[in-house]
Every structure is written in structure tokens, then in C-alpha cells.
């Protein structure tokens, strides 16, 4: 079974430019989160989709952050414009739908560096 | 009342030895615990995990200890090897009818000495 996939892997940016990260979650997983990883930091949870529709973006910054997952499969969460403080891992990761005890399956991450 | 908090920050235990991270919550309505492995450039993967009806799961070298009078749990990685090195998360999520939302503790980067 392929896992989530990521990308890209690696982003340096200007801050005030945008950027884009693209995630593909295993096939008939229903649910999709993605989380920011700052250094030294627990992932924290930006956006939850269930199929394609936002369960919850209570800790997504809606003034420069924006996610959206068209067919309920593949997602994509942009930043624009970007700050100094959005250097960080951004992780995705899918179940295959919400309830106890689901193993949260996270993809390798994208790296975003801005300066 | 939503946080997790993890102890210690890093770790540094000899080969063979015992390595235990602990992690405290404050909210009763938690009822799912997984811990996490995270290596260097990887994304984090399911180690363990525990429900608060149990005490204590054991799968291989890795076991957790839950108190749910006291809100704490602790892992529990029994004759450490190098190739455990790597950065540990405890999270708490809500259950059936919930979403599934992980909330990571801060992490606890271990360094297994050969």
C-alpha cells in the first residue's frame, strides 16, 4: 500500500511571496489533515477535511492560509502572502475516516524555509 | 485544556537501558493516547497507542503505562538500541464522534549511546 505523498520536499522562499504544497493521501482514505511542525515542536493541526469538506480550520490563519481538496482526494494548502514565522514542516496525513482509535498515516512533510 | 505536556526534552540512555518519556493532559474527555516515532526528514509513524480503560499495553520492547487518576501516561522502551534514536510524541485525541484530531505533546528526542 503507497503511503501519503508530499510535495515538494524542500522550499526556500522570499517572506511576502506564496507558496504552495501538494498532498496525495492513501487511496480510500476518507479523512485529511494537515499540520504545521515548528523545530522542537508537537505537529499542530491546521485543517481537517472530511472527503472534501472542511471539518475543522480553527487553527488555520485564514488571512494567508487557504487549503482546499477537490474530489475529496488530492489536497492542496497554500500560504500567501508568507511570514518569517511560517519556517516549518508541514506535514499531511489521512485515515481512513474519523472515530477511535484510527492511525493517523503521515506523509514525509514539505520543508519551507522563508526568508 | 487541550495541551499535552511531555517530559523530558531529550534523553540520553546507554544501549540496553530503559528509556521511559512521560506525558501529562488535563482534559478527562481525551480517550485515545498513540505515541509517535519520528526520524530525521521523516514524517511521524504510530508506535504505540492506548485506550484509558487499560492501565499498561505492551507490544515488543515498547510499553505504555496509563494513570488515568492522575491524567499521565509514559512510554516505556525496554534494552534501548541505537537504532531507537529518534524523537518521540506523545497526543491525545477524542473518540468515536469526534474528528480525530491529534494533540501532540512537544516531543522528546532520544540519543541511544552504544
Known amino acids: 500500500e503507497a503511503g501519503v505523498a508530499q510535495s515538494p520536499r524542500y522550499k526556500i522562499i522570499e517572506k511576502r511571496q506564496s507558496v504552495a504544497f501538494w498532498c496525495n493521501p492513501i487511496s480510500g482514505h476518507a479523512t485529511l489533515y494537515w499540520y504545521q511542525q515548528i523545530l522542537g515542536q508537537g505537529p499542530k493541526l491546521l485543517i481537517q477535511f472530511q472527503n472534501n469538506g472542511v471539518v475543522d480550520d480553527s487553527q488555520l490563519p485564514k488571512d494567508r492560509f487557504s487549503a482546499e481538496r477537490l474530489k475529496g482526494v488530492d489536497s492542496t494548502l497554500k500560504i500567501q502572502p508568507a511570514k518569517l514565522e511560517d519556517s516549518a514542516v508541514y506535514l499531511c496525513?489521512?485515515?481512513?475516516?474519523?472515530?477511535?482509535?484510527?492511525?493517523?498515516?503521515f506523509g514525509p512533510g514539505t520543508r519551507l524555509l522563508v526568508l | 485544556q487541550q495541551q499535552v505536556k511531555q517530559s523530558p526534552q531529550s534523553l540520553i540512555v546507554q544501549k540496553g537501558g530503559i528509556s521511559i518519556i512521560n506525558c501529562a493532559y488535563e482534559?478527562?474527555?481525551?480517550?485515545?493516547f498513540p505515541w509517535y516515532q519520528q526520524f530525521p526528514g521523516k514524517g511521524p509513524a504510530l508506535l504505540i497507542a492506548i485506550r484509558p480503560d487499560v492501565s499498561e499495553k505492551k507490544e515488543g520492547r515498547f510499553t505504555i503505562s496509563f494513570n488515568k487518576s492522575a491524567k499521565q501516561f509514559s512510554l516505556h522502551i525496554m534494552d534501548s538500541q541505537p537504532g531507537d534514536s529518534a524523537t518521540y510524541f506523545c497526543a491525545a485525541s477524542f473518540g468515536s464522534g469526534n474528528t480525530g484530531k491529534l494533540i501532540f505533546g512537544q516531543g522528546t528526542t532520544l540519543q541511544v549511546k552504544p
Open positions: 496525513a489521512s485515515i481512513l475516516a474519523p472515530g477511535r482509535g484510527e492511525t493517523q498515516y
Open positions: 482534559n478527562t474527555a481525551f480517550d485515545y
